[in-house]
């Protein structure tokens, strides 16, 4: 085996150990000490490979994308419409964030930097791989939204950047399923928190996604 394609394996492994111990603990509890320990080394050779913390996260976050691409996918060829096809999209987003939540915290922990401040934290080479799979998650939306176009069933100017917003608004809908709670105010004016009605949650954001992408016409239409 060549020295890169040692280097490759073991940064695999690394990857490997930190999906484990995120969708085990959670990706707040799980520290550079404890996936070096998984592993089997010392955490500076961790920085060997990984230049940041949150390189390792991104990469890990490529990891979690691959999968809810290939879901999203799947979602996506057994629909019929464009506006069919974004539900059933949406529906594979939300199950997958649901069933592992420290995607949605890798995602968001990413999301706090600015793009232009994320390249001090993720090396060139780390953030496109980042990019190529956020681009082929985001791309099935993207083509539904164009398909939606075509037929005149969705009006939206720029479909790449919907399905940016889309992204961004799953994962605070994700966020709010995490939480398990909503907050409402009884009689007397003092707030108390109820239990989250997640199947309503989901379908109302599946709604509103649908809702930014439809034409005027086809909205109009469709309420009488």
Not at 10 to 34: C, K, N
Not at 68 to 81: F, Q, W, Y
Not at 113 to 135: I, K, P, W, Y
Request: glycine fraction near 8%; charge should be negative; hydrophobic fraction near 45%.
């Amino acid at each position: 085996m060549s020295p890169d394609e040692r280097r490759a394996r073991r940064a695999r492994e690394i990857v490997d150990a930190t999906r484990t111990l995120f969708d085990q603990r959670g990706m707040r509890e799980a520290q550079i000490d404890d996936i070096a320990k998984k592993v089997g080394i010392n955490r500076a050779i961790i920085y060997r490979h990984f230049t940041t913390k949150e390189e390792l996260f991104a990469m890990t976050l490529v990891d979690y994308l691959g999968e809810l691409g290939d879901r999203m996918a799947e979602a996506d060829a057994n629909a019929g419409t464009p506006t069919e096809r974004l539900d059933a999209q949406a529906e594979a987003f939300f199950a997958y964030g649901t069933a592992f939540p420290a995607f949605v915290d890798c995602a968001q922990a990413l999301l706090r930097f600015r793009g232009t401040d994320l390249v001090d934290e993720v090396s060139q080479n780390r953030l496109v791989e980042l990019g190529q799979a956020m681009f082929q998650c985001l791309d099935h939306v993207v083509r539904a939204l164009e398909a939606g176009n075509a037929t005149g069933e969705f009006a939206v100017s720029d479909p790449q950047l919907l399905a940016n917003v889309l992204y961004a608004q799953g994962l605070g809908v994700l966020n709010l399923v995490g939480f398990q709670k909503s907050i409402r105010e009884l009689n007397s004016g003092m707030p108390v928190m109820a239990d989250l009605p997640l199947g309503e949650v989901v379908s109302w954001a599946k709604r509103a996604m649908v809702a930014m992408a439809v034409s005027p016409t086809s909205a109009a239409a469709g309420e009488g």
